[in-house]
């Protein structure tokens, strides 16, 4: 089986992903997992550009293909803030803990039908030649009043879900996995890797035929 890279090394993504690219036909890997240190920067204007970026460090690095996301929330009463960098939120090294609170503390006052928001997910795979294919999902919900759930990372806990009456961190993984912007852009990422799986085994038979 093909190794995947992940280009990450939030254990809470990793894990993540190996439940929503489950039986994919590849073994989905983390850095630490191969002794790797990725550190590519994230100075793309959109979640395009860094998702590529990541994933074309780590395919190099590795010799892999690899697979890297950039994801971020988009907030229509701040214009799209925090968007594409949403990780970079008031500063860096602050928790996710005070970039909520900056963020809820910006929009003090704003009514709930003003308070529009969506997650966007970018998910690039990228192999060791420098090809990448991009695969993009999104979830639409509403900033909450306040934190709720202790599921999820990041701004999952003030991300709610109208239709279901819940924030993204009071889902359980699998519900969560079902409709979010991670979830979605997953289900195109698993084509894609579906496709070069196909194109690596009709590699692996052209060779042993030569043999």
Not at 153 to 173: V, W
Request: with cysteine; hydrophobic share 35%.
């Amino acid at each position: 089986m093909p190794k995947l890279l992940l280009a990450t090394n939030n254990l809470g993504k990793v894990g993540e992903y190996r439940q929503l690219l489950a039986d994919c036909g590849w073994e989905l890997v983390s850095p630490s997992e191969l002794g790797l240190s990725l550190a590519a920067e994230e100075t793309g204007d959109t979640y395009e550009e860094n998702a590529t970026l990541k994933a074309l460090k780590a395919a190099q690095v590795g010799g892999l293909h690899a697979l890297a996301d950039d994801s971020g929330l988009e907030v229509g009463a701040l214009g799209g803030e925090p968007g594409p960098r949403a990780a970079r939120f008031g500063g860096e090294g602050t928790t996710y803990q005070e970039k909520m609170s900056l963020l809820l503390e910006r929009l003090q006052g704003v009514p709930p039908s003003e308070r529009g928001c969506r997650f966007v997910c970018v998910i690039a795979i990228a192999d060791p030649q420098g090809g990448v294919r991009l695969c993009r999902g999104e979830c639409e919900g509403l900033v909450a009043e306040a934190p709720q759930g202790e599921g999820g990372f990041g701004y999952d806990p003030i991300f709610y879900l109208r239709e279901r009456g819940l924030t993204m961190a009071q889902l359980s993984a699998e519900e969560k996995n079902a409709i979010s912007h991670r979830g979605r852009a997953a289900q195109k990422a698993r084509q894609v890797l579906k496709e070069l799986l196909h194109e690596h085994q009709q590699r692996l038979r052209a060779t042993q035929a030569t043999d």
